[in-house]
């Protein structure tokens, strides 16, 4: 009897334990001590922002940390690294003059550029004293009724850093307007626009009347176009307008994308025809004073109506506007690419957008639907033709890059998966391949710069360093003429570059998820020159913040290595259980899994201050940046390919560590992550318990056209009379609504014209009929992003992982005061 009451008792206590476990209570206050306002005032700069310089190789940067800002100028060719001005004596000169008082921890300096000289810089301050604005007689011409005709005044300062000396701009050159219709050419002399659906073009004169009022009546402007009409417009974008919005502004001027010669005496552009494509619409159900609709054009998969793309040519010369005849594949589409714009000219007010070439040539691509097929170009201006200079060819979808364009026109780098790694290529511009230029088992990513005087060519690769996580960007240089890939920014980190137009130097970023990011200069040979910054992170730290834990386990077929990072709540004990949370997103463009230090940390660290292990991880077939074989795994398998591999890693991790509880097992993602946590839930139904899908493309074929028949896969049939049709079939969540078991939240913003609330709207009809319990919240007025929503999802969020995973059903007070606490009181 006394073994049987020890037993008994032994029993009570276990499970009084698990029980208590079971039903832990949410940490609301550690994950309210995260939110988006709070980080603001703990995470700072976080890397260099180099300003290239035209006439040196000096940069300067703005950097901010708990005692404020500092703005710098580096000089590489004397390793020196010195402030702009002296911020305490600066904001007492600011102050004699504004007459509001500055100190100089809190200079609220904007807009500042350095002048021609290189040696005088210019900013603005804005001040409490209130002026009539200068526009104020033509708006009150305007509008009898204006009222507000008074604005702070702003000062426009220049300051001299050789001497020190600041000078108030007493009468400052009146900043243009961005007028965002404007499209200006190289030497200013022409402006092109759109307006109803069709190309017009003004002077530079008429252009100067229209900055001082679009309204003006002697504008005089040249129409180009007349067989424009909507849907088959030469430029404008109607996206984002609801039906009443369109009406209105339906007479504006408009920008058009074209892209210009050096010379200024062409330009070209592309136009879609997708008057045959079918209309989608959302309501506005919160416009006042009646719900209104916007309707816009919605390729989907497999539909017979697509854009039909097109391409124009315009000689100011000849006065002639050309159709190109580049027809090659049915339903193909035009990728125009512009050339690069030097690093040293980001600060210009003015930046051209040139086609890539010269005034006799320029450089286009066109893809075939199902995007096996793809042709670089280059059209021929003086014969008038197309000339096919590389042909890309695949049996999965080809990913491209814009080419590199050198030698004067003679050469070009080009970018291909073709031996199944990216990798860049020399050809010359008859389409002859002279050399590859980077080989091997990892991604050539992008070219930073290619130094033409001294024949090399700077890029970023990744999966190169062994021992590394394969994701780690860094930066490499390799001779045009052939020979060994040179690393230039070795280390265990994630490295983001800025070099100058030269290439003589550039600024390394560099962190992992697990060290506070720091910024250094180093030559082209890969010589750190000097040290510039490290992060000032002591307040995240002194919050509680812990950075989280990178691991890497296997995907289910016990091969593939994949990369995952695990983030635990900051009062975490090993000695306790915790429910695991996967965010994910199945990719193909990406995976959600972070490789250096970030702010973005709503469904990651912030989520795990609740009371769980969340954990982000890679997927076969989830992200570009590895070999063409992992990118394409999911190619024909849109909706279950990931998942596996999903369901692997948190089983790996369970063995690992005993912390882990893996009989609780919940899911969360967003836009493809939605789809995929939603599709978890129905194949793995024994497996994740609770789920929340926000924003979810639950149905492939009910989603752009673009991205599904990529991804998915869409099959060309020709049949005997030649006709080509296009057969897409996939996958969807709805189909296995009957499997759900465990608890799910959807959640879709109504006006989302990307992922249309109709995928969601499908998914919960499909749980409906199947006589499923599950929960839905729609947020009304929110695009894809949920906007200024974004924080009442995230507490609904946890919420409702709380309530399942924890098994706290005591529920939240109605008022999120969470939220709340972070907003004044207005009286």
């Known amino acids: ?48 922002d180099a300003h290239w310089l035209k006439k040196s190789d000096r940069f300067w940067y703005e950097y901010e940390t708990t005692e404020g800002k500092n703005w710098y100028i580096v000089n590489p060719a004397t390793r020196t690294k010195t402030k702009l001005f002296d911020n305490d004596r600066l904001a007492a000169e600011i102050t004699k003059i504004v007459k509001d008082p500055f100190d100089g921890q809190h200079l609220d300096i904007s807009n500042l550029k350095f002048l021609e000289d290189e040696n005088t810089i210019q900013f603005k301050i804005k001040s409490t004293q209130e002026v009539v604005k200068k526009d104020w007689e033509e708006i009150k011409a305007k509008n009898r009724n204006a009222k507000d005709s008074l604005e702070k005044k702003t000062f426009v300062f220049s300051f001299n850093i050789n001497s020190q000396t600041l000078t108030e701009i007493t009468d400052p050159e009146e900043e243009a307007k961005r007028l965002s219709w404007a499209n200006i050419s190289p ?62 502004n339906k007479n504006n001027r408009k920008r058009a994308g074209v892209l210009w010669s050096a010379d200024s005496k062409q330009f070209i552009l592309s136009r879609s025809d997708s008057r045959k494509v079918k209309d989608l619409w959302v309501i506005h159900n919160t416009r006042n004073p009646r719900p209104t609709l916007e309707t816009y054009k919605y390729a989907m998969p497999g539909e017979k109506e ?3 793309a097109e391409l124009y040519h315009y000689s100011f010369a000849s006065e002639k506007m050309s159709k190109l005849d580049v027809s090659t594949f049915k339903d193909q589409t035009i990728g125009l690419w512009s050339e690069s714009i030097a690093a040293s000219n980001r600060d210009d007010d003015f930046k051209p957008v040139l086609w890539l070439g010269n005034n006799d040539f320029f450089y286009f691509s066109i893809t075939s639907r199902d995007l096996k097929r793809i042709d670089i170009c280059r059209w021929n201006i003086k014969e008038g033709k197309k000339e096919v200079i590389i042909e890309e060819r695949s049996n999965t979808y080809i990913d491209i890059q814009k080419p590199e364009i050198i030698n004067n026109g003679t050469a070009l780098i080009h970018w291909s998966e073709r031996d199944g790694w990216g990798h860049y290529y020399l050809y010359d511009t008859q389409g002859n391949l002279k050399r590859q230029l980077t080989s091997g088992p990892f991604h050539s990513e992008s070219i930073v710069r290619v130094d033409e005087k001294n024949n090399f060519l700077y890029f970023t690769a990744n999966g190169r360093e062994k021992g590394e996580d394969p994701y780690y960007e860094h930066l490499y240089k390799v001779n045009l003429s052939g020979g060994a890939i040179t690393l230039l920014n070795p280390g265990d980190f994630n490295h983001g570059t800025s070099m100058n137009d030269k290439a003589t ?31 000032d992170l002591s307040s995240l730290f002194a919050a509680g913040y812990k950075f989280p834990e990178p691991y890497k386990v296997k995907a289910d077929d016990g091969i593939t290595d994949l990369y995952g990072v695990m983030y635990k709540p900051f009062d975490f004990d090993s000695t ?10 199945p990719g193909p463009q990406t995976e959600a899994v972070n490789k250096a230090f970030g702010r973005g940390m709503d469904r990651i660290d912030r989520l795990a201050q609740f009371g769980f292990v969340v954990v982000t991880i890679g997927n076969r077939g989830g992200h570009p940046s590895r070999s063409k074989w992992y990118h394409n795994y999911g190619y024909g398998n849109l909706r279950d390919y990931g998942l596996a591999d999903k369901k692997a890693a948190v089983e790996q991790l369970a063995d690992r560590h005993s912390f882990i509880d893996k009989s609780r097992v919940g899911i969360h993602g967003h836009s493809g992550g939605g789809f995929m946590s939603t599709a978890a839930m129905l194949v793995y139904p024994d497996f994740f318990k609770v789920a929340v899908s926000s924003a979810g493309n639950h149905e492939n074929n009910i989603y752009n056209r673009w991205w599904s028949e990529k991804h998915h896969g869409v099959k060309e049939v020709i049949n005997p009379k030649g006709d080509t049709t296009f057969i897409y079939q996939v996958e969807k969540n709805p189909d296995l609504a009957k499997n759900l078991k465990g608890r799910l939240l959807l959640v879709t913003g109504d006006v989302d014209n990307n992922v249309h609330p109709a995928n969601t709207i499908r998914m919960a009809n499909a749980l409906i009929k199947a006589n499923k319990r599950f929960d839905f919240i729609i947020l009304p007025s929110q695009r894809h992003g949920f906007g200024d929503m974004t924080e009442y999802f995230f507490w609904r969020m946890g919420d409702y992982f709380v309530q399942h995973l924890l098994g706290d059903n005591t529920p939240p007070p109605v008022d999120m005061m969470e939220i709340q606490r972070e907003k004044p009181l207005v009286k």
């Open 1 to 48: 009897m006394r073994k049987v009451y020890l037993y008994t008792l032994l029993f009570f206590w276990v499970g009084s334990s698990f029980a208590q476990e079971a039903h832990t209570k949410g940490n609301y206050e550690l994950a309210a001590r995260f939110s988006p306002e709070k980080l603001k005032k703990m995470i700072f700069t976080t890397d260099v």
């Open 187 to 248: 030497d200013s002399s022409k402006i092109v626009f759109s307006k109803n659906e069709n190309l017009f073009w003004m002077d530079k004169a008429n252009f100067l009347k229209a900055v001082k009022d679009e309204k003006d009546s002697t504008i005089v402007e040249h129409q180009l176009t007349t067989d424009g009409e909507k849907d088959y417009s030469y430029g404008g974008w109607g996206r984002g307008e609801d039906n009443e919005e369109e009406e209105k």
């Open 306 to 308: 697509q854009p039909t």
């Open 505 to 535: 130097y550039f600024v390394n970023n560099y962190s992992r998820v697990n060290t506070v990011p720091a910024s250094a200069l180093y030559d082209n040979t890969g010589r750190k020159i000097m040290d510039l910054e490290t992060a």
């Open 576 to 585: 306790k259980k915790y429910p695991i949370i996967e965010y994910v997103y």
